[in-house]
């Protein structure tokens, strides 16, 4: 039996233009076109079709996934792997819904999580690497700057550490800052002096005058104030001042 793009279109839900882009693409092509010169596709493009599909539920970009397709013809093979990947997506987002449930549980209640629970799922290098793709996009669009190229490894264990430590640091300064506490409070003062120590402990060379600058351009910058003002309204503002009068008085 063969499927005109439009019935293909409504069999596998995909937009009309899609099937037309997979074909410009190579990626997708008709196995005949009919007198009318309309797109027909049979029982191998649906098969084809399917993978792609798949392979784009993992967000695989369809360069790739036409390399996979061209280079592996065993159905059997592709579903396989394809199983593997979903359920390890599966797995990972089972782990994320947990940890977000526990989070709605904790507001509900007026609570705070502990560090460490607030990063549970987040237990691979690809997991980090998918928490921070949105943050990386804008960093690369914005500045130039990519956090994530390919030949540099994540070390997941570092990572989490320095998550649950920047996490208690802004609860803190949070904190702090809805108590009234002047920036100059010893106990702010503590805050930044512990937090600056944590980050040169861990391979991040900054000394009070970098740390205060960095907090200046989190202000400054839309996608990286935004972070923290969801956090808590204001925070931005009173961090960037909280490490300006850290750094003059050192």
Same mark, same amino acid.
């Given at each position: 039996?063969?499927?005109? %793009?439009?019935?293909?279109?409504?069999?596998? &839900?995909?937009?009309?233009?899609?099937?037309?882009?997979?074909?410009?693409?190579?990626?997708?092509?008709?196995?005949?076109?009919?007198?009318? +010169?309309?797109?027909?596709? +049979?029982?191998?493009?649906?098969?084809?079709?399917?993978?792609?599909?798949?392979?784009?539920?993992?967000?695989?970009?369809?360069?790739?996934?036409?390399?996979?397709?061209? &280079?592996?013809?065993?159905?059997?093979?592709?579903?396989?792997?394809?199983?593997?990947?979903?359920?390890?997506?599966? *797995?990972?987002?089972?782990?994320?819904?947990?940890? $977000?449930?526990?989070? $709605?549980?904790?507001?509900?209640?007026?609570?705070?999580?502990?560090?460490?629970?607030?990063?549970?799922?987040?237990?691979?290098? !690809?997991?980090?690497?998918?928490?921070?793709?949105?943050? *990386?996009?804008?960093?690369? !669009?914005?500045?130039?700057?990519?956090?994530?190229?390919?030949?540099?490894? $994540?070390?997941?264990? !570092?990572? &989490?550490?320095?998550?649950?430590?920047?996490?208690?640091?802004?609860?803190?300064?949070?904190?702090?800052? =809805?108590?009234?506490?002047? %920036?100059?409070?010893?106990?702010?003062?503590?805050? =930044? +002096? &512990?937090? =600056?120590?944590?980050?040169?402990?861990?391979?991040?060379? %900054?000394?009070?005058?970098?740390?205060?600058?960095?907090?200046?351009?989190?202000?400054?910058?839309?996608?990286?104030?935004?972070?923290?003002?969801?956090?808590?309204?204001?925070?931005?503002?009173?961090?960037? =001042?909280?490490?300006?009068?850290?750094?003059?008085?050192?």
């Amino acid at each position: 039996m063969l499927y005109t %793009v439009k019935e293909l279109s409504r069999l596998a &839900n995909v937009t009309v233009k899609t099937l037309h882009h997979y074909h410009k693409i190579s990626l997708l092509i008709p196995c005949q076109l009919s007198d009318a +010169g309309y797109r027909l596709y +049979g029982q191998h493009e649906l098969e084809r079709l399917q993978h792609i599909l798949f392979y784009r539920a993992l967000d695989f970009p369809l360069k790739e996934i036409k390399h996979l397709l061209d &280079n592996e013809p065993d159905r059997l093979s592709l579903l396989t792997k394809q199983r593997t990947l979903l359920l390890q997506r599966l *797995n990972r987002t089972k782990q994320l819904v947990q940890t $977000i449930e526990k989070s $709605i549980t904790f507001i509900k209640k007026g609570e705070a999580m502990e560090p460490q629970t607030l990063f549970d799922g987040f237990n691979s290098e !690809e997991e980090w690497r998918d928490a921070l793709k949105e943050q *990386n996009t804008y960093l690369k !669009e914005t500045y130039n700057v990519d956090l994530l190229k390919d030949e540099q490894s $994540i070390d997941v264990q !570092e990572m &989490n550490s320095s998550a649950q430590e920047a996490t208690h640091f802004l609860k803190n300064m949070a904190e702090a800052m =809805i108590d009234q506490q002047k %920036v100059n409070e010893k106990s702010v003062r503590t805050l =930044i +002096g &512990n937090h =600056i120590d944590f980050l040169n402990a861990h391979g991040h060379q %900054v000394d009070p005058s970098a740390f205060a600058q960095q907090c200046r351009f989190f202000l400054q910058d839309d996608f990286h104030r935004t972070m923290l003002e969801e956090q808590q309204p204001d925070l931005a503002y009173y961090l960037c =001042i909280a490490a300006e009068a850290f750094a003059e008085k050192v």
